[in-house]
């Protein structure tokens, strides 16, 4: 077991056993004193386990019958290919630490083009960040972005620092609908060599995003350049 809370350590072990076919769909997990015992741990931890395996879609507990196994590796896909993820959960349920470090942060004008995509006026206020997305401390994405002032006056780096995605639907309320994305190959430059840590021109994806509410209004840009060989970002197209 690592430092980490005994529960979580036991969390990330069985997940990993339904995600390999230990434990397939419609199986039922061992009973909660059978893990007990396996794991040397009070059933308390063993429930606190479960209900992380519960709440992540992993399985299902039924009344007098157990823990019941619900994870399907292509209905998982799909699920997680059609929802908007924060970086922050997405590395969370990956088991990694996520953090972010800002390079620029700095009030503009905005383009005509960009005033276009956004829907305001040429030459309105936005402000214009840079950051790099980490996990356990390691470079995963560069990510540049455009908030219209008007729409989120009080933006700070305190929030790129964080969330980015709690700020705007937690603290501004709007519910982030669907995003129009745009996804090309581009090379590694010096900067993105010293950013990402990866060697000049090696091919890496950037992902260009304008998310919108349910009313199609326009809310931010977002631009993201990743390392496909640490992040990869899945797409399903259903008929």
Do not use: W
């Not at 059933?43 to 507990?61: F, H, N, S």
């Not at 040429?122 to 994405?141: H, K, V």
């Not at 009313?215 to 931010?220: C, K, R, S």
């Amino acid at each position: 077991m690592t430092s980490e809370p005994l529960y979580k350590s036991i969390y990330y072990e069985l997940k990993k056993k339904i995600e390999d076919g230990l434990y397939s769909k419609d199986d039922y997990l061992p009973t909660e004193n059978k893990l007990s015992k396996k794991y040397n741990v009070s059933r308390v931890t063993i429930r606190q386990a479960i209900q992380m395996l519960v709440e992540d879609g992993y399985v299902q507990k039924k009344q007098g019958s157990g823990t019941h196994v619900i994870f399907s590796p292509i209905k998982t896909a799909i699920d997680r290919s059609s929802k908007i993820k924060a970086f922050s959960d997405e590395m969370r349920r990956l088991g990694k630490n996520p953090s972010a470090q800002v390079l620029k942060f700095e009030m503009t004008t905005s383009s005509k083009s960009l005033s276009e995509e956004l829907e305001i006026k040429e030459n309105d206020l936005i402000y214009y960040y840079e950051r790099t997305l980490l996990a356990d401390d390691q470079p995963y994405c560069f990510e540049y972005g455009y908030m219209p002032i008007s729409l989120f006056s009080d933006f700070s780096i305190a929030h790129i620092t964080g969330s980015k995605m709690k700020y705007i639907e937690k603290d501004k309320k709007y519910n982030v609908a669907y995003t129009h994305q745009i996804v090309h190959a581009i090379l590694a430059n010096e900067k993105l060599h010293n950013i990402l840590q990866v060697p000049i021109n090696s091919p890496l994806l950037e992902v260009t995003h304008i998310a919108y509410t349910d009313e199609t209004l326009p809310l931010h840009k977002t631009c993201t350049i990743f390392d496909s060989t640490k992040y990869q970002a899945h797409y399903i197209k259903i008929k």
